[in-house]
T-cell receptor, first 113, second 110 residues
Framework: DQQVKQNSPSLSVQEGRISILNCDYT??????FLWYKKYPAEGPTFLIS?????DKNEDGRFTVFLNKSAKHLSLHIVPSQPGDSAVYFC????????????FGGGTRLMVKP | DVKVTQSSRYLVKRTGEKVFLECVQD?????MFWYRQDPGLGLRLIYF???????EKGDIPEGYSVSREKKERFSLILESASTNQTSMYLC?????????FGNGTRLTVT
């Protein structure tokens, strides 16, 4: 049973618009959440994280929102650019350091010019 | 920049062969990890190590073993490769923060 789920396998967005990627989790012990981005033929790279003591974290065009009561987080990319086209993985950790990660299945984002 | 290097990008092996996947990191990180990535399942943790000669099972250790004789090197061993071990294998390292991944080894077992 997957503890971290990304229910949308793919998402297509027009350049300049907002991309919203969603992630749900079931384990209430998770206290640290991360998003990774993966291009083909490369390893995942860290994008942004959020601790459970916060409900929002922003880094440039990327914002992660956490709703603990709903066990839901989302990644917003504004404005979306063609270079953002990649697979995005949501990950969660119960060790508050991001070492032991449980990953979601990934969402493939395509940003059309 | 942290560099995690996996020795092979592509590997094709036969069923029953013993397979070694090698990973080296250059940042003196304590922690090293092996994941496999399969479509729709994301990344699943096979084994990890917090120190030299130390290893812990992850979520899917069956059919695998690991070796960490030196701090910078973490090897994944498939004792007797099977077709259900065909996958993308990703090594990662960390020092108390986000994981840094290598570019992966795509293993095909025929």
């Amino acid at each position: 049973d997957q503890q971290v789920k990304q229910n949308s396998p793919s998402l297509s967005v027009q350049e300049g618009r907002i991309s919203i990627l969603n992630c749900d989790y079931t384990n209430s012990m998770f206290d640290y959440f991360l998003w990774y981005k993966k291009y083909p033929a490369e390893g995942p790279t860290f994008l942004i994280s959020i601790s459970s003591i916060k409900d929002k974290n922003e880094d440039g065009r990327f914002t992660v929102f956490l709703n603990k009561s709903a066990k839901h987080l989302s990644l917003h990319i504004v404005p979306s650019q063609p270079g953002d086209s990649a697979v995005y993985f949501c990950a969660a950790s119960a060790d508050n350091a991001g070492n032991m990660l449980t990953f979601g299945g990934g969402t493939r984002l395509m940003v059309k010019p | 920049d942290v560099k995690v290097t996996q020795s092979s990008r592509y590997l094709v092996k036969r069923t029953g062969e013993k397979v070694f996947l090698e990973c080296v990191q250059d940042m003196d990180h304590e922690n090293m990890f092996w994941y496999r990535q399969d479509p729709g399942l994301g990344l699943r943790l096979i084994y990890f190590s917090y120190d030299v000669k130390m290893k812990e099972k992850g979520d899917i250790p069956e059919g695998y073993s690991v070796s960490r004789e030196k701090k910078e090197r973490f090897s994944l061993i498939l004792e007797s490769a099977s077709t259900n071990q065909t996958s993308m294998y990703l090594c990662a390292s960390s020092f108390g923060g986000p994981l840094h991944f290598g570019n992966g080894t795509r293993l095909t077992v025929t």
